[in-house]
């Protein structure tokens, strides 16, 4: 199936671990993002890559760093996490052309710190 | 202060009322979308509106940008359970047309 896809689904860690999420799309597209979900829902960007290259980089602290090994692909290192880290984190993607940006989401990655 | 505010945040129907909801802004989009999210997946796109005062419809969901294109609402008609969920707008702005989300509204339509 054509999709955005995310694992690990659930992740569950004690503060100051190390922690990755990958993402990958085969819909083509040459733009990819992290969003960060909090527990009011609100929806936030992160990064953006555009074909690897790095586009859009939010006021997000250093211990997060998203890699784009090439355009299917964008993945998410956290280090040294903490408490306030827990969130549900999108990857999404968008195709290039379209000028209004439309997202394509992912199904999440839900990490708890504890 | 967010730059989109949704409302209402909540909102608890029965199966056949129609209800609206607002997405609100000071600023100026280049184009708004509108979004629903179901518990434990994605945001799904619903549609996208681009002209000031652009009309959308799809099915029983209408969708209207503002004049001004500050503002959107989505009116939905005869709502059903399957309805039931949260929906985000965000607008797109910027050199990269940078999606800003609003806190979304829920809805439950109960049978």
């Known amino acids: 199936d054509t999709a955005v896809s995310q694992t690990p689904k659930y992740l569950v860690t004690q503060m100051g671990n190390d922690k990755s999420i990958k993402c990958e799309q085969n819909l083509g597209h040459d733009t990819m993002y992290w969003y960060k979900q909090d527990s009011k829902k609100f929806l936030k960007i992160m990064f953006s890559?555009?074909?690897?290259?790095?586009?859009i980089n939010e006021t997000v602290p250093n211990r997060f760093s998203p890699k784009s090994p090439d355009k299917a692909h964008l993945n998410l290192h956290i280090n040294s996490l903490e408490l306030g880290d827990s969130a549900v984190y999108f990857c999404?993607?968008?195709?290039?052309?379209?000028?209004?940006?439309?997202?394509?989401f992912g199904p999440g990655t839900r990490l708890t710190v504890l | 202060t967010q730059l989109l505010e949704q409302s209402p945040q909540f909102l608890s129907i029965q199966e056949g009322e129609n209800l609206t909801v607002y997405c609100n802004s000071s600023s100026v989009f280049s184009s708004l979308q509108w979004y629903r999210q179901e518990p434990g997946e994605g945001p799904v796109l619903l549609v996208t509106?681009?002209?000031?005062?652009e009309v959308k419809k799809l099915k029983r969901l209408t969708f209207q940008f503002g004049d001004a294109r500050k503002d959107s609402s989505l009116h939905i008609t005869a709502a059903q359970p399957g309805d039931t969920g949260l929906y985000l707008c965000?607008?797109?702005?910027?050199?990269?047309?940078?999606?800003?989300f609003g806190a979304g509204t829920r809805l439950a339509v109960h049978p």
């Open positions: 509106v681009v002209t000031g005062g």
């Open positions: 999404a993607s968008s195709p290039r052309g379209v000028p209004y940006n439309e997202q394509f």
């Open positions: 965000a607008g797109a702005r910027g050199g990269y047309n940078k999606l800003i």
């Open positions: 890559y555009n074909n690897k290259e790095l586009i």
